[in-house]
């Protein structure tokens, strides 16, 4: 029996479009909003060093795993997420150069905790990835299925963050099964991620910090209440996003449990023609 439970109409390989975000990037691209353009940009300035860290977890791995299903998606994998980084560099240094932000500084802070984790065994590298990796699969998803999220934001970043999060999506189960196989300890996993959550959104939300200072909007009472409404309201974007996020603990979950094909074909289907022909 194969290692790995992605559909079989599901393949993951990489594209490889291009965005030119300089016009859009200078300004507040989200609808005019500073909170959701920050809180965005913010998670752009998370992904290069994470998806870097992501990429060299599984590759610890990659030679252990036997099936050949599941090694094409390990390759798959990495592809796409290699691309994630160099358009999210590019992003963060357009970004960072016509607004002056301190990227750079950021993402060492990011960088030096990774270090650490030269510490940590090759598992519990590979744990921390595959709960990052079920988060991101629930941002794509909610991406995906919300309209909330990218709402009023510019076409063409809002082109590239359907693109980023229908790979997310495809992949998303990629991590999990390579876990599986190399024997993870699974309980620690589903402990791992109320942990990881927190991290997450702990530097998002001081990257938004960090963006909104050097703004000098940082102490916008209206910004940030309508901003964190939007976020985790009554009716916020994140919300619908729960009980998709407690499902992980289940004894029995697999992230395609969230079957998100439907989706993806109707992307390939009207978006990502377009998408590739730019
Ligand atoms: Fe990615
Ligand atoms: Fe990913």
New binding site residues.
Partial sequence: MSSSHTPETITIKPRHPAFDLRAALATNWHGGDPFKTAFFNALSLT?PVG?KY?IDSVRAFQKQIDDPKLSQEIRGFIG??AI??REHTKYNEILCGARGYAGAAFEQGLQNRIDERDAYSAHLRLMETVAFEHL?ALLAHGLLTDDRWLDGADPTLKSMWHW?AI??AEHKAVTFDVYRAVGGNMDWLKQALPLITRQMFKDILSATWMMLKADGQQFNPVIWLRGLNWLVGRQGVLRNLSPLWRDFKRADFHPWDHDNRELISMWQATAEPELLAA
């Fill in positions: 992904f998806e992501f796409q997420e994630h980084r991101t980023h790979e997310e």
